[in-house]
T-cell receptor, first 111, second 114 residues
Framework: DTAVSQTPKYLVTQMGNDKSIKCEQN?????MYWYKQDSKKFLKIMFS???????INETVPNRFSPKSPDKAHLNLHINSLELGDSAVYFC??????????FGAGTRLSVL | AQSVSQHNHHVILSEAASLELGCNYS??????LFWYVQYPGQHLQLLLK??????LVKGIKGFEAEFIKSKFSFNLRKPSVQWSDTAEYFC????????????FGAGTQVVVTP
């Protein structure tokens, strides 16, 4: 069983479109995260939720909106996609302050 | 602000050579330290971690790291690398007084040649 699963794995879309990425974890963790990995492999945290409550909200355009319907799910919705949004987006989960386990990533290409 | 610095961006070495990757962080409080590995096209996997106790920690696949508090360092080592160790290696730091916010280093790409 995959511990942290993301869908889709690949996402190719046009500028201006709206898209969502879904993440689910079956580890029983209480905290989930979204990271963006750019073309230089630099990883930067975007958001974190603990028990469905937003606890980390880095400087991210408000076109990005996370939603956590329950503590096992954290989705990322992106409005009005721009070229600069092209990246690999990783979801992760952990127990509070613990080791983070990562999903396989979603490679987003904005054309 | 918290920051993590990895000294080498690219390392190329031959099989059986020894590997050491440097990681320094800047943070005044108590930290947890991690090394993650990302094989080509794959997700990040935990290699090893340090929370407290013995500053020399052993991880998977023959990797180890040493926490030197006075130097704010957490260097990764492997005595003899294999071709399969070709990957991107990330050092990460989280402070114990925050919500587990990880600060990642820029990563070191390691290429092991046969």
């Amino acid at each position: 069983d995959t511990a942290v699963s993301q869908t889709p794995k690949y996402l190719v879309t046009q500028m201006g479109n709206d898209k969502s990425i879904k993440c689910e974890q079956n580890l029983g963790h209480d905290t989930m995260y979204w990271y963006k990995q750019d073309s230089k492999k630099f990883l930067k945290i975007m958001f974190s939720y603990n028990n469905k409550e937003l606890i980390i909200n880095e400087t991210v355009p408000n076109r990005f909106s996370p939603k956590s319907p329950d503590k096992a799910h954290l989705n990322l919705h992106i409005n009005s996609l721009e070229l600069g949004d092209s990246a690999v987006y990783f979801c992760a989960s952990s127990q509070t302050r613990g080791i983070q386990y990562f999903g396989a990533g979603t490679r987003l290409s904005v054309l | 602000a918290q920051s993590v610095s990895q000294h080498n961006h690219h390392v190329i070495l031959s099989e059986a050579a020894s590997l050491e990757l440097g990681c320094n962080y800047s943070y005044g409080g108590t930290v947890n330290l991690f090394w993650y590995v990302q094989y080509p096209g794959q997700h990040l996997q935990l290699l090893l971690k340090y929370f407290s106790g013995d500053p020399l920690v052993k991880g998977i696949k023959g990797f180890e790291a040493e926490f030197i508090k006075s130097k704010f360092s957490f260097n990764l080592r492997k005595p003899s690398v294999q071709w399969s160790d070709t990957a991107e290696y990330f050092c990460a730091v989280s402070s114990t007084d925050s919500w587990g916010k990880f600060q990642f280093g820029a990563g070191t790409q390691v290429v092991v040649t046969p």
